[in-house]
């Protein structure tokens, strides 16, 4: 399988900022991609990175280091709705429409 | 419109049963997904439909007996189940792409409880 590593979980305050890593090491990367899952729901697409660089969509914004193979996922402004697990997965030229996704970082935002 | 429907919500059947799972996506998608994912952990990838056709079965059990009627339907038969197949499972889509990875959008799941 792929490596890929990030942090299981992550607390944060209401407003804050926060920042959640992922690391990878494959061969023929083809994209990164974050998706956001709540509790019982289904992953929803949040942001795909290909090229290096830093991706903005709002209060969401990732970035990218194929050199480094390393992403974040930075959240702004934080809400109590963002507690959610995250998930972080790449892309492989070599199986294409296959993801392989990260165990998930399970951020909860207090008050 | 990303939508992608899956049915029924929650199922609960008995290891004798036959039962199905469907999903449906009207985004022109033509790769189809069925994942498993257990609690506090990332989906599994089951298996793969690319124009209809199955590419990929990650070495799953017979019992799990996917099917493409057409481009926008995807079922999951299920057949003998054992309780640690209880799970969410989820459906997704995405276009086909020949040089990159493209973006797959979730279904909302089957929420599966085998007793």
């Known amino acids: 399988g792929q490596n890929i590593d990030q942090p299981t979980e992550m607390t944060a305050t209401e407003g804050a900022i926060v920042q959640i890593n992922c690391t990878y090491q494959t061969s023929g990367f083809n994209g990164l991609f974050w998706y956001q899952q709540h509790a019982g729901e289904a992953p929803t697409f949040l942001s795909y990175n290909v090229l290096d660089g830093l991706e903005e969509k709002g209060r969401f914004s990732s970035f990218l280091s194929r050199s480094k193979g390393y992403s974040y996922l930075l959240l702004k402004k934080l809400q109590m709705k963002d507690s959610a697990s995250y998930l972080c997965a790449v892309g492989r030229g070599s199986t294409l429409g296959r993801l392989y996704f990260g165990r998930g970082t399970q951020l909860t935002v207090w008050p | 419109d990303t939508e992608v429907t899956q049915t029924p919500k929650h199922l609960v059947m008995g290891m004798t049963n036959k039962k199905s799972l469907k999903c449906e996506q009207h985004?022109?998608?033509?790769?189809m997904y069925w994942y498993k994912q257990k609690a506090k952990k990332p989906p599994e990838l089951m298996f793969v439909?690319?124009?209809?056709?199955?590419?990929i079965n990650e070495s799953v059990p017979s019992r799990f007996s996917p099917e493409c009627p057409n481009s926008s339907l995807l079922n999951l038969h299920l057949h003998a189940l054992q309780p640690e197949d209880s799970a969410l499972y989820l459906c997704?889509?995405?276009?086909?792409?020949?040089?990159?990875?493209?973006?797959?959008?979730f279904g909302p799941g089957t929420r599966l409880t085998v007793l």
């Open positions: 997704a889509s995405s276009q086909v792409n020949l040089i990159s990875t493209d973006t797959q959008y």
């Open positions: 439909y690319s124009y209809e056709k199955l590419s």
């Open positions: 985004m022109g998608h033509r790769a």
